[in-house]
DNA sequence: TTGAAAGCGCTAACAT
DNA sequence: ATGTTAGCGCTTTCAA
């Protein structure tokens, strides 16, 4: 930083004559500084393009005005969602995101919140990596006194605010809305079970089941997270013999996966098969047909878990209690689960 | 920062009742400290969590180990791909990155660079945003000797490194492409035309029927880059009795739009009309049938990117001339445009 | 081998 | 109304 071309206070104190302190005050429009020297700093510093030095700032107040973000992969639709969020309510705030990337793994998250400490950030959003299991190193961010929260994925065992889904709940209604169409034998693709999302929406489906008067077949229910492992899994049932006709799955690519196959092995979606996903990415509306799906409102999580992070950060008193906020998901209703009469393309996302 | 539980050299050269610089150079591995005192400082440093506190390291050596990014919009599987690869490169080499989005506003990228200058970044990675026409922030950028790259969208008369890639090139041969399956009204749904990638993919296809030896017709080169105006172009199209027989969408979800109406109007893709996109977002081969669709890779842009902002950023003498770096985009045939014997769900991406 | 002092850029209490 | 001084945390030259 402050390469050759960096102007600083001291250079335009030299400039005009005055103390270092004076060019700091008349900057700042304190009202001991007359008119006439306020008006002579602020015109050099438009003249010579003066930006303060906000890492010397920085060092003086104790404060960096930045916020740390920890996210496992940023090109998942949903987490760029998430992002966008909180560079929007971060950046209304005046407050600057420094980014880091967890890709999935423990190592680098904890080499995360290093690099996040080291710059002494306010604040610190994360969402957990799958890989994690020992979340000492978020513990420390508490310990430094640094406040914390989690959006999505939270760390067991570690008090801090958190922003979630209703992921359960969601899936129940997913479930729900598949048995309302007459469905009875409705299958799960579901995510790892050591994830917590994984636990939450298998749980959600037995729920709906349970409500919805079905008995759950275990042969029904398999761990399948991915658009190939879907198309695995619709052929292995096919020959099987075990057939659903309906599918609820974890995620939106799964869900789509399960349709390719469907749609190649010949069956009608959703008249033999009825599909769902989880997670309303765009590619929801893009698949043929649209695909009835759980919409997680990324965006307004990223806001709210600024907003909250900034609120700790701000107040003066940071021992409160901490907040668990639920984003409900809303489940959006296109022609993967319910005959198309009406419904067009692009609907759910706009008329066409 | 510095909350009440930052461990300072201070802090540690008082418990171990020994002066600041011993902490320091023993902290650094300097070789004048004896071995004990080293012991003594390293443990005291890890059973304290001692985290260096890099914005005073920054503040002494003028450089702060951080880049700035400014993006368009990084909702876009492009850009979080360009994002992912930036961070990939800069957190290996131990930089970190600071995070503006831009939101496609003038005023907004003006502020970016601003704070990204006010904390004295080391470098700054650029794409323009739709709505930016005065280019005079992105100057002051290299008038204050911050090393500048842009990648994707270049801001034209500013001399500087960037990375883009060979839209008119691949225009063209997704064009000719089109024109291989025996198709002979191609239309083209175009970007903007004041964006330079809407000039230049139009182009491209203009180049394309031309050295395919077809006539363009000004009817069927239309502006539309949005899944919605794909959609009324062609109930339009339909309307007006001048039917393409290939459709050449700027953008993938363009393509899509006109793949879901012609689907709804009973049309044949491809045998009907073929349909090809633009930048191969997941949402190609999400897509039913699969869109045949120009990868640009957005993780290499950001890696190579970055790459040549370090560079710079580390060069003793950073006045060596600009480089542009092209990354050649690919056409990724999928069954949109080719009739899919053998060609099956989920190809192009991975074997199903 | 270690300590003292100065300075990176900025600000604020304390002079004047 | 303005200048002087000290200090945020760290490093490094110079001195001991």
Same mark, same amino acid.
């Given at each position: 930083m402050i390469k050759g071309g960096q102007v600083t206070i001291k250079d335009m104190a030299r400039i005009l004559g005055v103390a270092p302190s004076t060019v700091s005050r008349a900057l700042q429009g304190h009202p001991d500084i007359s008119a006439e020297t306020r008006r002579l700093v602020n015109e050099l510093a438009v003249r010579l393009k003066y930006q303060p030095n906000v890492v010397a700032q920085g060092l003086k107040f104790r404060r960096s005005n930045t916020i740390g973000v920890i996210i496992p992969e940023i090109v998942h639709y949903f987490f760029s969602q998430v992002i966008s969020g909180i560079e929007e309510v971060a950046?209304?705030?005046g407050y600057t995101v420094i980014f880091c990337q967890s890709n999935e793994r423990y190592d680098r998250e904890v080499n995360n919140v290093k690099t996040l400490i080291a710059h002494r950030v306010d604040g610190i959003l994360v969402s957990v990596s799958k890989e994690t299991r020992d979340f000492q190193?978020?513990?420390? $961010? +508490? =310990?430094?006194? &640094?406040?914390?929260?989690?959006?999505?994925?939270?760390?067991? *065992? &570690?008090?801090? !605010?958190?922003?979630?889904?209703? !992921?359960? =709940?969601?899936?129940?209604?997913?479930?729900?809305?598949?048995? @309302?169409?007459?469905?009875?034998? /409705? %299958?799960?693709? %579901?995510?790892?079970?050591?994830?917590? /999302? *994984?636990? =939450?929406?298998k749980a959600g489906y037995l729920d709906g089941l349970v409500l919805a008067g079905l008995t759950p077949d275990p042969a029904l229910c398999v761990e399948a997270?991915?658009?190939?492992?879907?198309?695995?899994? $619709?052929?292995?049932?096919?020959?099987?013999g075990t057939f659903p006709d309906a599918i609820f799955g974890a995620n939106d690519l799964t869900a789509i996966g399960a349709m390719k196959s469907l749609l190649r092995e010949g069956f009608r979606i959703p008249e033999e098969v009825a599909v769902t996903g989880f997670s309303d990415s765009r590619f929801a509306e893009i698949a043929e047909p649209s695909l009835t799906s759980?919409?997680?409102?990324?965006?307004?999580? @990223?806001? +709210?878990?600024?907003?909250?992070? +900034?609120?700790?950060i701000e107040s003066a008193d940071r021992e409160y209690p901490c907040d668990t906020i639920i984003v409900k998901a809303d489940l959006i209703i296109r022609n993967s689960s319910v005959c198309s009469k009406g419904v067009e393309p692009g609907a759910g996302h706009q008329a066409c």
């Open positions: 950046y209304k705030a190193h978020l513990a420390d $961010i +508490l =310990e430094n006194q &640094i406040p914390l929260v989690f959006f999505d994925r939270a760390a067991p *065992g &570690i008090t801090a !605010d958190m922003v979630v889904t209703n !992921d359960r =709940e969601a899936a129940c209604m997913a479930t729900l809305h598949l048995a @309302g169409q007459g469905k009875k034998r /409705i %299958a799960h693709f %579901a995510a790892p079970q050591n994830l917590f /999302i *994984g636990m =939450e929406r997270d991915s658009f190939e492992k879907a198309c695995h899994e $619709i052929s292995r049932m096919k020959a099987s759980v919409d997680q409102h990324g965006f307004e999580m @990223g806001t +709210l878990a600024t907003q909250t992070l +900034l609120k700790r």
